[in-house]
């Protein structure tokens, strides 16, 4: 097999009360599944990549829906490890109101690919013939030998020829920034196409900077890497959010602008890692301008469908990236 | 049996995932039942008009379950004409949130009534003791037969002394604009009150004019009619609309205004049937003017509730064309 | 045992359709309990305090559903009086969106509660060590018996030396101005804390000012009261909100502020009661400030969940009260 | 308008915790509407009589929720009484399993069928046309009122020429056995046409005999009456039942039996309605016996499905009294 | 790729109202998808074959909804064809409680596949390295050219040395018993292996004999055959069913039996062609014994779970299959 | 505060499919909380003892989740030991249908309860004024810390005159037969009162007999046990189970019985705890005999409806007790 992308890290079940309960008021939850790799392997997929997801999965019901859903989409799921220990990890996701915000609860230790060790995946096979290699910054931050067995796979993904790109993605209930920063800029040396936020930069790699473009300046010069994309949100309030991205092009020190969304937001949970997936499509297709325009319009979209990952079509992007208006499409 | 209004066309079995939701992820779909001459109908009953509906339908329990749904509105469904070929059409409906419009996929083809044939309806019986006879543009849209016998039933209407009013309601799936304006402009000839939007006035007649009055009052001319109804939507986002429409009186030419109302949409199918349907109990009751606002207050309750028809009482479009407030009502 | 609050009044069936449905649309209705003073209860012990619930219930599978739903908060039920007799109040409502408003139909006559007598419950034993003891004005404007036992309710904790709240929370179905007056008036002149709006002050009392402040002053001067807090609601729309509120401390003639906060309203019942909650609670813990405060925090919550009662806690109610913003809290 | 059959009676709302669940679980509740005189009504409109429900109703969302499921079924409402006071009955219904029976908590106490005057209907007009009248033994048990308002109704039907038809069903809640004794004789003194079943014939008249058949034959003696009906069922286990009836033509002194169905019960309340409607339709068509058959075929199916109402075709009727067998019908 | 098994034919949406509702009592239907082919590829997948199933699809959400289910068990989609024009076939189904059967709508006129033509799938690619090619007499019963496609497609597996595997699956609303015979004749002399139940042998090719044994016997000598399989079922109840198959091998004329069954049915549909994916896996990997006892097995499983297709594991068939017990597996 | 019985054990989440799904088949699940110690300590609480629950919980939603759904049956909670730390257990649940048993998926490793160590419950406090302690062989298999924390209860009870009360319920995915027989011998020897199955004493403690009679007798001499009662359970399907219980009083030598009850099953688990809770309630009141009966009574009734609590009264036990038929209660 050929791949135009392969995304690593943890897929995990989501459980949601219905129609904005608190969890305490349940009587029933929704269930999706979930995680940064798996997200942007869904969004680069529906814009035409041939992908695989690598995770490690406990042999049961759970592990089987996970990998049920991904295959839904048409990724390859020949690699993922499976282990009869273990567990699937879960969150639990709360839809907020202004002024509630919505709130996940995890409940993730002790998963299968928390429990991970470099030599469970055959990166060698997998990466034999591959375009782009994907993780994020929760993957390392699961557990010491999940970090080990990422560094493996980006420095597999290296020898390969392979580009490393990185979405930062820094979880405080996993790391401390002390400990995110150390692995994470070791990390960052070997990947080519950075995604973050401001915030995050932060937090991580005590960069700052007086704006979003500098940010992304700063921390293409401190890593050497070839692309560095940062969205933007702004809140108004729980169901309307303005959201955009940009990107900055090392190579021709520029920096790309997709449009500015205003969203009525169904469900944030995984716009950022649509971002990445939509992204990288665009990347393959016509280079970082037309990755920042999908990806801002696939994460849009996602926004306004329920579940972590996007439920859209390229002409859907292109029809909004178009401002193709409002009325009813019949 | 004596009728205020008649109307004459096609209901499908409208098919919805819920919660926003797109088809690819549902598990199950909101059934709702619905199209322009049931939804003018209901409106119209609601308001106290005695009302027929007449179709072609399939005898098999979905052809059964648009009968029902007609009945349980108090309308006379005597006179729909059964059969046990054909299918009952059917359309789904995506729910969408800014930037994602909602969209329709229509699955109405070889419908029982694209198989109506002239003949098929008693014209001379139900037009007796009528009014009004009310159809729209989808109609003769569905098939040439469909088309032939839509005007028969308009040519019966005129014969009988029934007012005929039409909704031009294009829909470019169905037929062309050459086609339609072919027909329409047939059909439009024996019409006495017209209902349009500025848009499909110029799709079907190449009819434009700066203002939305002179819209109206060039349609009135082009084909000698009493009224022209047009209304008016501006979608600032997929939840929150602006409508409210305006009626053109050609016998004293003089423009009618309704408010304008803030919406929250909850569902906005059918508010322009919702429309006909409160301005021609409106029409009956106390004139043109009347009319307009009755028929602005009850499509905008429809679409504050889910379905495609509007369960609102005479009560509630009092209350919001007073400006009753948004307080709770106990 | 010894309580920090004891509250007395009708819990009721809620009955309402899903999804913004009218009641003539439902299939089915979703079940919640409340009533303003198991509302205030609920709040008061959901922000730590040691709270009784009295009432009277038919002893049935829907009475013994509000006696678990109240303990279910951890709310002592033990002095609630059960009968054979009566039957169990229930509403009904309608869930609304621009422009049509909250609808609630009520079908609470010949409750148990309605047909308590004064001496149905044994206030001196519920009194023994208690601080606060709150009713509303629907207790008495159920039934002259209702207001016969209210009034000894109230009199007893006078007696005991139980500091008496009243929330005026006018239902003209229930009883006319003229009545209200009349009963009220003998209540509030034993109540030590008032909780009002401008336009119930007004019809239960005559009472109106040019200012929120003013009307809290007087009647804080008619009726010799310790504490008057009122509440404000704009609405710009039915699914957005703004809410505040404030109170007059007579002993310093001070008014005390708390932030206002734009609302998505996901259910605005019984926020009025939240607030009375959760100032009890925090007048208990710090006085007035604190209390208006927690008040506003925990009410504004509240109607960003469905149900008459609020699951919220502490530490979010600090979180909104400090501005924690409206990102997802992992 | 002229009229197979009109029945008269109260219909209630229907809250049913889904799923087995007891109330004290239940967080929705499904709604349906049912009442004997409206489910034998549905059951006779289904099989093509003519048909009119005739009640006292409350003007509300809950009252019109009940006119539009009677209008549903194609059956005249026009002579419905509205009023704006009382209330719409309701009862609660568990569903069970062996060794817990179904169980049923109502809460019908001042309706407005319940408050329902002599006078209130103008039976002359409605018996113009008619062949049949149909009520229960509900009916006048409901108040005082409902009793004289029955009789009213059953000495003008008499006056008219209509066959009284009438079903004991006797309801412990509402009366005793000497008071239903008193009411019932004098009713079934002007009945033509008895529905019991052999327990109820021995609380409400103290008649008793060795055989169903017997019961039958000492009824038509004692009452002069042209047909008794009995129906049987016998319960193995909640979910499983076996369910039959006889009827008894007094004219040529012959019992007619129908077959015997093993039902797997999806919902029995109703059933013994459905039978009414049934045979009532099947009396008209053929006679007594045909009656018989179409009252238990009818209502074995009506026990297959949710609701207190029969959705089912003649069709179906016929394939389960010919033992179509339970292949899938494709 | 290489495949064990390839299937052709057509997959509809099923709409089924849930909890016995009728149809004309839904407001919402319940959504799977399946058809005889792809039923049999999932169950075939899920007992570990590579399989690919090849159909014609309509682009749109719907099309992709049947591509994504399908995808979602690991099965090849690679060789749809896909078309902008027809629809996507639905079928309507009511479960039943006895006396009232299960019962099916069709609404599958004019759907993709049955707008297929000779050449529109490459079967030479398909067939490169295929073991066994599944369709059924439901596929060449679609359509006039969807018959030609499926001759060419049998000519091109046994061309390419895959075997032929045909269920006869007999539908009366599809063609008449000789427009079947006649192509079916066709197509089971091309067959290796026939999938049959006596009724469906007697209809198309008017076979009779006095045991199960026989009727295999008797289509094996009649067509050439390897392998006759026939399932068997008796129907006590809707809800009980008994269960079971026979395999006849005509190289060593002998006949296979699996267990015997009793079933507590959950849903029905697809059992036939789970049978048919089972036995296919059964039989690559140790024989026609194996195939009936893994196919009886794993479609006994099928009918304890909604919709299709088949969920189940190789583990729970063998445990089945041992006589496992139904205490709750922890 | 004095109880009639304190309860020691996890609660965990309970997940399941609704309608009979499997789990890689859901979209949504079911939500309710379960354990033995709870399940028994709501059984004891619905028939009217005083009791209290103790554990460990975490403090979060999913904790206070759990604490509420205690308190709301009225069962004490103030000495539940919170913690910032470990996770709340969940576990799978799918329901099956012959021959597909009910199937449960543990998730329960590292929760709190499992983290609990000696000293974390003030037992001194706890047993001051109490009757019965319960715990099950459940408690210590969920780690070394919960087996040495099980022991401090169970000696704390015997120092303070609390009878102590054990259910075997041997759980082979939490511990090997020689580890539980082990800790459960050391248990036993401390017991008054033991609950067992004949599988569970001879997998625990090797003890087997030719009748459950003698089972239970044996387990009686060998730990000098007060009381033994053994559930019985035969499974002809899975829907359809044959259920009752035996205790041997050894004080005077006798067997006592309760009545054998063929159920229709909804949800079988936590019906041995149901047993518990009921006997317990029984014996209090009236002795061994009793508490067989109602016991028994209690637990039939809880496998008819879903959860793993019975929801059930006094009275409705007496009912089935009494044989009282399957007819509807109204």
Request: contains cysteine.
């Amino acid at each position: 097999m050929s791949y135009d992308l392969v995304t690593f890290g943890e897929t995990m079940l989501r459980l949601s009360p219905p129609n904005h309960q608190r969890l305490e008021q349940a009587s029933s939850l929704d269930l999706h599944v979930g995680g940064s790799e798996l997200n942007a392997a869904v969004a680069a997929s529906r814009l035409g990549l041939q992908v695989a997801y690598v995770s490690r999965l406990t042999e049961n019901p759970l592990g089987r829906l996970i990998r049920n859903k991904t295959r839904e989409h048409g990724i390859d799921t020949s690699h993922i490890a499976w282990t009869a220990e273990d567990r699937v990890g879960t969150y639990y996701m709360e839809f907020g109101a202004s002024p509630r915000p919505n709130a996940v609860i995890y409940d993730r230790a002790h998963s299968a690919i928390a429990g991970i060790q470099p030599g469970d995946i055959d990166w060698g096979t997998v990466f034999r013939n591959t375009k782009l290699f994907y993780t994020s910054g929760i993957t390392p931050a699961l557990s010491t030998s999940a970090a080990a067995a990422t560094k493996e796979a980006v420095q597999a993904a290296q020898g390969a020829g392979v580009k490393v790109c990185v979405d930062l993605n820094y979880r405080a209930r996993l790391w401390s920034q002390a400990e995110a920063r150390a692995v994470m800029t070791d990390i960052a040396n070997s990947t080519d196409i950075l995604f973050a936020t401001e915030e995050d930069t932060e937090r991580v790699f005590g960069i700052t900077a007086d704006s979003y473009e500098d940010v992304a300046k700063r921390l293409a010069q401190t890593f050497e890497l070839e692309l560095v994309a940062i969205t933007l949100r702004e809140n108004p309030s729980v169901w309307k959010n303005v959201w955009t991205a940009i990107v900055y092009d090392a190579a021709n020190d520029t920096v790309y602008r997709a449009p500015t969304f205003e969203i009525e937001v169904v469900d944030r949970v995984g716009s950022g890692d649509s971002f990445v997936g939509g992204f990288l499509a665009g990347l393959l297709e016509g280079g970082a301008e037309l990755g920042v325009c999908l990806g801002v319009g696939l994460s849009a979209l996602k926004q306004t469908l329920p579940g972590d990952v996007c439920f859209a079509t390229r002409d859907e992007v292109d029809r909004v990236l178009e401002g193709g208006g409002l009325r009813i499409v019949r």
